[in-house]
């Protein structure tokens, strides 16, 4: 079951998808093509441990976020997760003279979840309770 669920997810990178006609976005070099597809790897990888933990961290805290259709979910997709933080931007301000960094656009929800990952990512969001 979970092999189909991989397929149905990445089903975008068949031969025929634009993301996947190497040669010409490349110039056919054999090095960039398999430079570009180890990226690729590494990156679905990332993904697919990432929604681990956060499913893994939800089912053993509890917690649950709206899915697309408003209803609670501990099984969101990361591609949701990923939607969810679209909107989140680092912001510089300046107070008399000094600069400070700042998180916007942050809601419970995204919070919630900066949570779930940890605290190293409470820390790059500044969300350390």
Known sequence: MRGMKCEREHQGLEDNSPCCRFN???????ERIEALAMIMVLTL???SIAEWLIIKRMR??????PNQLKKPTQKPTFKWIAFLFMGVAEVTVW????MH??????????????RLL????????????
């Open 101 to 114: 960094l700042m998180i916007a656009n942050l809601n419970d929800n995204l919070v919630r979840i900066i």
């Open 118 to 129: 940890g605290q190293d990512c409470e820390k790059y969001y500044g969300s350390e309770g």
């Open 95 to 98: 107070i008399n003279g000094e």
């Open 45 to 47: 990888m990332i993904y």
């Open 24 to 30: 010409k976005v490349l110039h056919g070099k054999e």
């Open 60 to 65: 053993e805290t509890g917690e649950t976020i």
